[in-house]
């Protein structure tokens, strides 16, 4: 059996899904797989979320502003504050990479999002500056951790890989505080979330798999899953 088939196969084993999974040839094959298990679960959790704007807000997840909008009409603060963390983290991620590149900071200031805790004007302020450290952003936020591993990453090796995985497994961290509220959607709405980034990590590993990715380059990338 092809190393990518039997990285397949474990995963196939070990979850809900299609045997066509296993019989994937190549990456074209495995995205028509996974294409329909995204679509299955879309349909699942439309089925399952009653509420318009919780579900309005899973929807849109990849546009965190909209996402943001619908949180806060659900009256949810659980997925308010989720969503809001999802914007400072894709803000930190902007601003790193907009620093990194060279980017001016009108250029900045159009790509970040509004609506996190941490504002678009202390982002901005502190473009300019000769270091990257986000100062009074940095100790004074739970980011703290996963920014310090993502700059040294960064300044030793040059790679994004750890900041953007500390990220992922903020958020699945995040998502995991929904196992605690026992009535309401917000479960729903995490296992939804959480299910989209496993799908996303088995594409990883499918893909990686069959093109020969090293072991180790793969298990860098490979972030936190729910369970």
């Given at each position: ?72 009409g659900s009256g949810s603060t659980f997925l308010r504050d989720h969503v ?40 901005i302020d502190r473009f300019g500056l000769a270091s990257l450290e986000l ?93």
């Amino acid at each position: 059996m092809p190393e990518h088939a039997a990285a397949l196969k474990l995963i196939y084993d070990a979850g809900r899904y299609p045997e066509a999974l296993v019989k994937a040839r190549d990456s074209a094959e495995l995205d028509a797989v996974l294409d329909g298990e995204e679509e299955a679960l879309k349909r699942e959790m439309t089925e399952l979320i009653l509420e318009k704007d919780v579900l309005k807000s899973y929807l849109s997840a990849t546009h965190p502003e909209q996402s943001l909008a619908a949180a806060a009409g659900s009256g949810s603060t659980f997925l308010r504050d989720h969503v809001r963390r999802r914007i400072d983290l894709g803000n930190i991620k902007i601003f790193v990479r907009a620093r990194y590149q060279g980017l001016s900071a009108e250029k900045l200031r159009a790509r970040l999002l509004e609506g996190g805790f941490i504002q678009k004007k202390e982002f901005i302020d502190r473009f300019g500056l000769a270091s990257l450290e986000l100062g009074e952003i940095r100790n004074s936020s739970p980011y703290r951790d996963l920014w310090e591993r993502g700059l040294a990453a960064l300044s030793e090796r040059e790679t994004f890989v750890p900041l953007e995985r500390g990220i992922e497994d903020f958020l699945m961290n995040d998502l995991r505080r929904a196992r605690s509220i026992i009535f309401g959607p917000e479960p729903v709405f995490a296992y939804g979330q959480a299910k989209k980034r496993e799908l996303a990590l088995v594409r990883l590993v499918g893909i990686g798999k069959m093109n020969s990715v090293p072991v180790e380059l793969l298990q860098e990338r490979i972030s936190e899953t729910y369970v």
